[in-house]
């Protein structure tokens, strides 16, 4: 079901891009709404890409239960989702373009001695490339990438490390999926969460090099437990509850600084889902997220775990 179909002539393309490596809590739901909200409000698509391009870390059944939990809150993509699982052709001839064009190269260090190194990648195997035969991960030759750039384009990405587009243990990097797919899907708004942000100038300069331009990038606040913990699957943060979605939509309202003070869905009139969807749209203005972590109201019982798991 594909309703409220976005006028073809419309440009803004926007995603949300959950890994299933759990079901969705109160933070990621915040994260899906506003990425909905800025669509809708801006006459946009708006997309779902599974990224399950990380089987070990995948929890059977989540990707589904996502999909299933969006819909229960009423937020209906306009494509088909895109699984990245379908999608290694893709990364195979991305990784193959990198190389051809000699901007990465194979790198063999040893988890010990990455973690020896305090500031980041130091380029060993490209002065000294391992031989053919050791198994190796990819990585980006930072440096030749941005002598393809202009002088001041190239500052923002002079503090990159070489990072790591193929993994050793032979998974595509998020980094590169993320991007080939963003390019293929033509997305031009990411909304996501500010733990992603430092990705971001990383991602910038693969767009560039795939002679591509970057979408616009919007990090929205961390909802953190009364502890100041980030709610993430780690810390097992609960799923959000599909049979209370007015509820659970109304806490991420007022998370994300729509509803504030004293204000109730009684005396601002909104009541079912499409309702409140509808008066969220017409709320929404990008530019007034707040800045800060938010913490979810401490009666929430959708998105903790209960105390006793707490301790
Ligand atoms: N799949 C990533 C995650 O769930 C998000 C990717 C993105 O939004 O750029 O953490
Ligand atoms: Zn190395």
């Not at 007034?288 to 775990?305: I, S, T, V």
Request: charged share 20%; net charge neutral.
């Amino acid at each position: 079901m594909y309703h409220d179909l976005p006028n073809p002539t419309t440009v803004y393309r926007g995603r949300f891009a959950p890994s299933p490596s759990g079901l969705l809590h109160l933070g990621s739901l915040l994260c899906a709404l506003a990425s909905f909200l800025d669509a809708r409000a801006n006459k946009g698509a708006w997309l779902v890409r599974i990224e399950d391009i990380d089987p070990p870390r995948e929890q059977p059944g989540a990707a589904s239960a996502i999909l299933s939990t969006l819909a229960a809150h009423g937020m209906h993509w306009d494509e088909p989702p895109l699984f990245q699982s379908q999608c290694h052709a893709r990364y195979r001839s991305r990784l193959e373009e990198l190389s051809a064009a000699k901007l990465s190269y194979r790198c063999a260090c040893t988890r010990a001695r990455l973690k020896s190194l305090s500031t980041g990648y130091d380029g060993h195997c490209r002065r000294s490339p391992p031989a053919a035969e050791i198994p190796a991960a990819t990585r980006l030759d930072v440096h030749r990438c941005c002598n393809q750039l202009t002088a001041e384009e190239a500052i923002t990405f002079a503090e990159l490390e070489d990072f790591v587009v193929h993994r050793k243990d032979g998974l595509f990097a998020y980094q590169l999926a993320v991007v080939a797919d963003d390019i293929e899907q033509r997305i031009t708004q990411v909304i996501r969460g500010r733990d992603l942000a430092p990705m971001t100038s990383a991602q910038q300069l693969l767009f560039k090099v795939f002679g591509a331009e970057p979408p616009r990038y919007v990090h929205t606040p961390l909802v953190v437990d009364n502890l100041g913990n980030k709610l993430s699957k780690q810390n097992r943060a609960k799923a959000v509850a599909d049979t209370q979605p007015v509820e659970n939509l109304l806490v991420c309202c007022r998370l994300l600084g729509l509803i504030d003070g004293e204000a109730t869905e009684t005396n601002l009139a909104i009541s079912g889902l499409d309702d409140i969807l509808a008066w969220a749209i017409s709320q929404w203005q990008v530019n007034r997220l707040p800045k800060e972590d938010r913490m979810a109201p401490p009666d929430y019982q959708g998105g903790f775990p209960a105390p006793a798991e707490n301790l």
